[in-house]
């Protein structure tokens, strides 16, 4: 059965998203893959059923869908990835997150709480962490007054908003903001969660590639305050 594609209440209108919606599930549908669907929803902790569509193939797929279609502005990305969001199988998200990572150039600051509620609703690595690194940090990159909202999210009760706020400089490089990197590792150095002391670890790890001796400098000075994942995970190339 074809999933629901009537947009949900909320959701803007864009007459885009609606012919990626009836592509994207028919596309989707058709290559839906039961047995692959099981394990592939096991190894994930099962936080979403799968339609069992291999990555390579939904590339594919996907490629197909969006085929001679024109560039969205920011109301396309934010009515797509929304209704891919009340989809039920996680592919569906993985299409939105590829979609806004190719198209966040066309979106404003204000794309931000859209991509807050996407990063909330029903979290888990697989979708969070491309958020983070390819959606929020883009758009905290074009515009420096975002970093107030990093600063408030890295404070935040939502683990997932602390990760993403951790990992939003990510692909950043020379251009990060080390001094606030350093400060979010260290504010949430005790945190008791291990998606986000494994963040701390990867986001040093992958700045340690740019300025290994600020990295190493940092981890000395924290001492005890890391634990020893976020530790390990920081200094494993080094």
Excluded at 40 to 50: E, G, L, N, Q, T
Excluded at 169 to 192: E, I, N, V
Aim: proline share 8%; net charge positive; glycine share 4%.
């Amino acid at each position: 059965m074809r999933p629901n594609t009537q947009r949900p209440p909320g959701v803007p209108h864009s007459a885009l998203a609606d012919l990626l919606l009836e592509r994207l599930t028919a596309a989707y549908g058709a290559a839906a893959d039961p047995a692959q669907a099981a394990p592939m929803a096991a190894y994930m902790k099962d936080v979403a059923p799968f339609l069992g569509i291999r990555t390579p193939l939904r590339r594919q797929l996907s490629a197909a869908v969006t085929k001679d279609t024109p560039r969205p502005t920011e109301t396309d990305c934010a009515a797509l990835a929304l209704r891919c969001w009340e989809l039920a199988e996680r592919e569906y998200r993985y299409f939105a997150v590829d979609y806004l990572r190719r198209h966040v150039p066309r979106c404003s600051s204000g794309f931000l709480p859209v991509v807050r509620h996407l990063i909330v609703t029903q979290p888990w690595w697989d979708t969070v962490d491309l958020l983070a690194a390819h959606t929020v940090g883009p758009l905290v990159a074009a515009d420096p007054e975002l970093t107030a909202v990093m600063d408030a999210w890295i404070g935040d009760e939502d683990l997932w908003l602390v990760r993403a706020a951790l990992l939003h400089q990510l692909a950043r490089k020379s251009a990060t903001d080390a001094g606030r990197l350093f400060a979010y590792c260290r504010r949430q150095a005790g945190h008791p969660d291990f998606f986000v002391r494994k963040a701390i670890g990867w986001a040093l790890r992958e700045y340690a590639k740019t300025d290994p001796g600020a990295v190493r400098a940092f981890v000395a000075s924290a001492g005890d305050l890391l634990s020893p994942l976020s530790a390990r995970e920081a200094l494993k190339n080094l």
